[in-house]
T-cell receptor
């Protein structure tokens, strides 16, 4: 078990470009979460999946953001027409279903810089 | 509005002494609380948790206390070690029994333990 893996670790892009991040959760975890963290803030919830179903989305997730988990394994987070305000660390986490559901295991994050 | 508040951005403690990190919450629906530790360039790592049916949980050098009436929890680290220097996030969840697992985080407290 290699933990939660995120790629790429760093992404620098120009305003208006599209970017995509990938997350590979712990294999036996069926819940997957995306959070965003900016400087001086704690992680902020964006969305979560149980298996392939997207069960909740935060109001932070504007229509430029889309997340998928097509086969209930890895997930992608795409940001279209990036803006400078999208610069942040994007964290992926996974958890079990049931008693361990509240303990999220995080990846190292994907840092986005929009110029 | 901040539902989970960590009012101390930073804390400095000498090695061997006790570190006390505080957290307040406003949402009465929260019934499960966690502390995460974060080193630079890494994702948050789970440290310890407590359910609302308890008022104390201990794991080695780490103890979390919960005061439901005051909507306050604290993390005690005894004795503090230089390797404990990190940002500590308080997080809360609601619906532990239902498996609702999305976490709401505070802004974090940076702990510095000096030799």
């Amino acid at each position: 078990d290699t933990g939660v893996s995120q790629n790429p670790r760093h992404k620098i892009t120009k305003r208006g470009q599209n970017v995509t991040f990938r997350c590979d959760p712990i294999s036996e975890h069926n819940r997957l979460y995306w959070y965003r963290q900016t400087l001086g803030q704690g992680p902020e919830f964006l969305t979560y999946f149980q298996n392939e179903a997207q069960l909740e989305k935060s109001r932070l997730l504007s229509d430029r953001f889309s997340a998928e988990r097509p086969k209930g394994s890895f997930s992608t987070l795409e940001i279209q027409r990036t803006e400078q305000g999208d610069s942040a660390m994007y964290l992926c986490a996974s958890s079990e279903h049931g008693p361990g559901a509240n303990v999220l295991t995080f990846g190292a994050g994907s840092r986005l810089t929009v110029l | 509005d901040q539902q989970v508040k960590q009012n101390s951005p930073s804390l400095s403690v000498q090695e061997g002494r006790i570190s006390i990190l505080n957290c307040d919450y406003t949402n009465s629906m929260f019934d499960y609380f966690l502390w995460y530790k974060k080193y630079p360039a890494e994702g948050p790592t789970f440290l310890i948790s407590i359910s609302s049916i308890k008022d104390k949980n201990e794991d080695g050098r780490f103890t979390v206390f919960l005061n439901k009436s005051a909507k306050h929890l604290s993390l005690h680290i005894v004795p503090s070690q230089p390797g404990d220097s990190a940002v500590y996030f308080c997080a809360a969840s609601r619906g532990e029994n239902s498996g609702y697992s999305t976490l709401t985080f505070g802004k974090g407290t940076m702990l510095l333990v000096s030799p």
